[in-house]
């Protein structure tokens, strides 16, 4: 390997409130996949957006091939062989997969004097691009609308490679990606490795960076803390230098005194994804709902929550059947709802912390009908407290804060509400590794200690098995098994997901 | 709600000063200021405590409707109707008092009560049915205009008592009877999306109803609850409306739900919803009318005077937002 391709030296960013990179470096080489890891708010978006020209720092220079340069703008990135690529944000859905890739740059031709686009010339090229890739399953003339998410980032990364990009950045490239698509995209890295482009890879899942990167870099709270050889480290080590401390416990789960049934479901149907619902979740229990992705998990919780309403069937809470037909009276009910899409569902991101911490119990922090702000305030303050929430003040823009930061705001307007049944779906996805055992210690202590029921939706195994009492798997919308934290396994519960014929896959930890 | 966007650590009286000049408010206040300071030098009558009062009459409708249609932009909706439900509810209440021989007291309940229905009935629509609020009420603007000129049959009702035009042309301590009517209703609704939880769940729509819905709002019932309101304003908005002129028409309140509209995105209400607010709303009204009235007094001629308003509005708009987008930098 040669020398640094791109190197950053003393980079330090302020935003208001926030130092955001303090004196941190980085450098990628030719050829070379580079995993850039750290905690949400660590800084790793805003040294990527530094890379590729989004920001510029405060302080601190880039050097690309040796020399210094300065990037104002994205456009000057792209320029200088450097391309970022998006979860679709960068394309155009109603436009076709080789005018994605030339879009800006698409091959002209002369005809009566006037440069128009040479379409043939265009789809050719965008085929060879693709060809190059080892993509030979892609339409060029289809509607990027009609692609699937995997697709999408190959024409993504197609189009990079348009404009000669050196270095390409990814940031988490397979948050959205279903496994055999991930299989793909790290195929296409080695190949683009192999041909000497350099890649910054940006990813929450330890083991991507084992099977993919050469070298890692760890930043913490702006810190760059250090860069290893990926054969020379371990996970161990690469957390610890992610948090700070060693977590010697990721799945802290406290022994709960099971209490009364809370939840009741029985017979819930609302078809498709909810058939024929039957369980019971009890106090101090944490029931954990396993199932492939579109098995009905978050729909059941939907219409336990009154989001989708049950078509028949009963709900029981503490013995009592009750009819739930919108959120406000699962609400009412005491039922809260950590919903999977944070961002839409679960907060309002243009609100402060206060605003979203009270947002379920409006009325306990009202006067008559006026909202008392010092409530409101020491609601938010206990949050922060409680949850250790990382902000400057209840009044910060939940926007700003990290995924984690964001999960615990959402958290905390359920804890206010003081609910019997609370319903977690994804409670710990694309969060960091310390902020993720802290909400799961906190659901331990919620249960254990108050005799909270909880139901955990989960695609992550490893977290369904350590966290629930008891295991319930649902496949094409109903419920196929049940299991006790003692009878579960990796194995039985993918098998009960995949269904009998399909054999179970372990599913690869993930962090 | 402009206040707790920022990080109010340790505010001093100079930060809050500061704060409350550069807000979306207080900047449309400035610039109002500036502009009633230049007409005043043009002409001696337009800075008069009479002139002002008159004015003051004149936008009591427009500021009326503000209200409601500050709220309903808020949750990132629109109506259109409301010029159409001021008309239907004069026509009601004229035809029911002179066709129909009802006491006039209650003509005007029964005014009011359609206009009322009129704005129900749309957000009826818009929250059962899912008709965008834009479509429901761009129908509803041409239909409830249709039933008035219906029931109407071009005819105008006159010659109404003289205690009715106490609200329209009358005075109290010396102000103009519909000033009270709308400061009293300003001060009352400005705290309403200020302080309480309506105010907050408004706000939580228009920034996101998914999320609201999510968290146990009845986003629904608060729907129903500000169209039905704004059928509410505008009908009374009509009563005043035939109170100052002394006679009913089908056409009246015909486009002033431009007026309104762009008195309320002037005073920093986003189109988009999410945020806004009352004082800024009355201030957009305020200055649009002192404007008009100040640029007659000068001797504009009133084809110009719509250029020059409309080119105040682009100016205001632009120098908010360039000093928003100040404000919000690093976000």
Redesign the interface.
């Known amino acids: 390997m040669t020398d640094a391709l791109l190197e950053l030296r003393g980079i330090d960013k302020r935003?208001?409130?926030v130092h955001a990179l303090k004196d941190a470096r980085f450098d990628v080489r030719r050829g070379e996949v580079h995993a850039l890891i750290g905690e949400n708010g660590a800084g790793k978006s805003t040294l990527i957006k530094i890379v590729s020209g989004v920001y510029q720092p405060d302080k601190g220079e880039l050097q690309l091939d040796g020399r210094r340069i300065e990037l104002s703008n994205p456009r000057e990135a792209h320029l200088a062989g450097i391309a970022t690529i998006y979860q679709e944000l960068g394309l155009y859905p109603e436009l076709s997969v080789a005018e994605n890739i030339f879009m800006g740059h698409a091959p002209k031709i002369k005809r009566l004097g006037f440069d128009i686009i040479d379409w043939e010339a265009m789809e050719r090229s965008a085929e060879a691009l693709l060809a190059e890739l080892n993509i030979d399953n892609l339409d060029v003339g289809l509607k990027v609308g009609a692609l699937n998410v995997g697709n999408r980032q190959r024409v993504e990364i197609a189009k990079a490679l348009s404009l000669d990009a050196q270095i390409l950045i990814m940031d988490e490239p397979t948050a959205a990606l279903t496994e055999s698509d991930v299989e793909q995209l790290f195929s296409i890295v080695r190949l683009l490795r192999e041909r000497g482009v350099s890649i910054i890879y940006i990813s929450h899942r330890l083991n991507e960076v084992f099977e993919l990167a050469d070298r890692v870099t760890v930043l913490r709270d702006g810190e760059y803390i250090g860069t290893h050889d990926v054969s020379n480290t371990n996970e161990t080590e690469l957390i610890s230098m992610m948090v700070g401390r060693t977590i010697e416990n990721l799945f802290p789960k406290q022994a709960a005194k099971i209490g009364d049934v809370v939840l009741e479901a029985r017979n819930l149907q609302r078809p498709p994804l909810t058939r024929d619902i039957s369980f019971t979740v009890r106090a101090g229990e944490i029931v954990g709902l396993a199932g492939l992705v579109g098995s009905g998990r978050s729909e059941t919780a939907q219409v336990i929550?009154g989001?989708l309403p049950a078509e028949s069937g009963e709900i029981l809470l503490n013995g009592e059947a009750v009819k739930i037909t919108?959120?406000?009276e699962?609400?009412?009910y005491g039922i809260g709802?950590v919903?999977e899409d944070r961002g839409?569902?679960?907060?309002?991101?243009?609100?402060?912390i206060?605003?979203n911490t009270s947002?379920?119990v409006?009325?306990s922090v009202?006067n008559r009908?006026?909202?008392s702000r010092a409530k409101e305030r020491a609601l938010a303050n206990d949050a922060i407290r409680q949850l250790s929430i990382r902000a400057?003040?209840p009044?910060?823009?939940t926007?700003?804060l990290s995924g984690g930061n964001q999960q615990k705001v959402v958290v905390s307007?359920w804890l206010a509400?003081n609910p019997k049944l609370l319903i977690m779906d994804e409670p710990t996805r694309g969060i960091d590794v310390g902020a993720k055992a802290e909400i799961h210690r906190l659901m331990s202590r919620l249960a254990a200690e108050d005799g909270l029921a909880i139901l955990m939706i989960s695609s992550e195994l490893p977290e369904i098995l350590a966290m629930s009492d008891r295991i319930l798997v649902m496949r094409e919308g109903r419920l196929v098994a049940e299991f006790t934290r003692e009878q579960a396994t990796q194995e039985i519960i993918a098998h009960a997901m995949m269904g009998a014929s399909a054999t179970a896959k372990s599913v690869g930890a993930t962090l | 709600m402009q206040e707790t966007r920022t990080d109010p650590r340790n505010p001093t009286v100079h930060d809050k000063l500061r704060r409350l000049l550069i807000s979306q408010e207080g900047v449309l206040f400035l610039i109002m200021l500036v502009s009633v300071l230049f007409l005043a030098t043009r002409t001696d009558k337009f800075l008069t405590v009479d002139n002002l009062l008159q004015q003051g009459r004149f936008m009591a409708e427009v500021g009326l409707i503000a209200i409601p249609m500050t709220y309903i932009i808020i949750t990132g909706g629109i109506d259109l109707s409301v010029g159409s439900i001021l008309g239907l509810t004069a026509i009601v209440l004229g035809w029911t008092w002179q066709e129909l021989g009802f006491p006039l007291e209650l003509a005007i309940i029964t005014g009011i009560t359609s206009g009322t229905i009129a704005g129900f009935v749309n957000g009826l629509f818009i929250v059962r049915v899912g008709v965008p609020p834009l479509i429901m009420t761009l129908a509803t603007l041409a239909l409830y205009r249709g039933l008035a000129e219906g029931i109407s049959e071009a005819r105008s009702a006159r010659g109404y008592p003289e205690w009715f035009f106490q609200l329209g042309q009358g005075e109290l301590l010396g102000i103009p009877t519909q000033l009270w009517l709308l400061i009293i209703a300003v001060i009352i609704f400005a705290i309403v999306l200020a302080r309480t939880r309506l105010g907050r769940a408004l706000y939580a729509i228009g920034n996101n109803e998914t999320g609201a819905r999510f968290s146990g709002l009845t986003v629904n019932r608060h729907l129903l609850f500000i169209y039905t309101f704004s059928g509410f304003m505008s009908a009374v908005a009509g009563y005043i409306f035939v109170s100052r002129v002394s006679t009913t028409r089908s056409d009246m309140g015909t486009g002033i739900e431009l007026d309104v509209i762009a008195a309320v995105v002037l005073g920093g209400t986003s189109i988009f919803g999410g945020t806004g607010s009352i004082p800024g709303a009355i201030i957009g009204v305020v200055l649009i009318q002192l404007l008009k009235n100040g640029l007659v007094l000068t001797g504009v001629t009133s084809d110009a005077t719509i250029v020059v308003i409309g080119s105040v509005l682009i100016f205001a708009i632009l120098v908010n937002n360039f000093i928003q987008s100040r404000r919000n930098e690093g976000d």
């Open positions: 935003f208001p409130g929550f989001v919108r959120p406000s699962a609400v009412d709802y919903p839409h569902q679960g907060l309002i991101r243009e609100m402060t206060r605003e947002m379920a409006l009325e009202s009908s006026f909202i400057i003040s009044d910060q823009v926007n700003k307007k509400s």
